[in-house]
């Protein structure tokens, strides 16, 4: 069973007017709390420094100790690898990249074409990891200003979506 063009188009616009509205929200209710931020965490580094390290040392040691009482499942499906999945995979569905895919294993052997997409996906994958972990250390995510402007961005792609036809 395949989602119609349609429906698909629709999805995706929802999509991207529901992440901007969302992202505009968190920008506009985090406004003041990034003065707060910055004070804990200016605290916290005033903490550690002293103790050169144990606390730092204790805490993972916690943190190890927390892991290990978790059914196997719950640290397996973590919450961030089912958000690193459900985006990776929805983002994909129905994407002109899959369906010429799916072009490409109806002439050549399948297993090849598997390999490759899931080597080309996870090089993609890293790319944007990396990018996107050098990116955090000069910008602060928790930004006002970066939350407003990625929310803008969203409904202005949202208005793009909306706008043009939906390709039969």
Do not use: Y
Request: charged content about 20%; glycine content about 10%; aromatic content about 12%.
């Amino acid at each position: 069973m395949q989602m119609s063009r349609k429906w698909s188009h629709h999805i995706t616009t929802l999509l991207f007017f529901g992440f901007g509205l969302w992202s505009l929200w968190d920008g506009f209710k985090d406004e003041g709390e990034a003065e707060e931020l910055a004070e804990v965490e200016a605290k916290l580094d005033a903490d550690w420094k002293p103790n050169t390290g144990t606390t730092k040392k204790s805490n993972k040691d916690d943190d190890d100790i927390k892991k290990q009482k978790q059914p196997f499942l719950s640290q397996f499906f973590s919450p961030i690898l089912l958000k690193a999945f459900s985006i990776t995979f929805f983002g994909e569905w129905g994407d002109k990249s899959q369906l010429a895919t799916i072009g490409l294993a109806a002439d050549e052997n399948p297993f090849g074409v598997v390999l490759g997409g899931i080597l080309g996906q996870a090089l993609c994958t890293i790319a944007a990891v990396v990018g996107g972990k050098s990116l955090a250390s000069q910008i602060s995510e928790k930004s006002s200003k970066f939350a407003l402007s990625g929310g803008a961005l969203f409904i202005v792609f949202g208005i793009q979506s909306f706008l043009l036809p939906v390709e039969s």
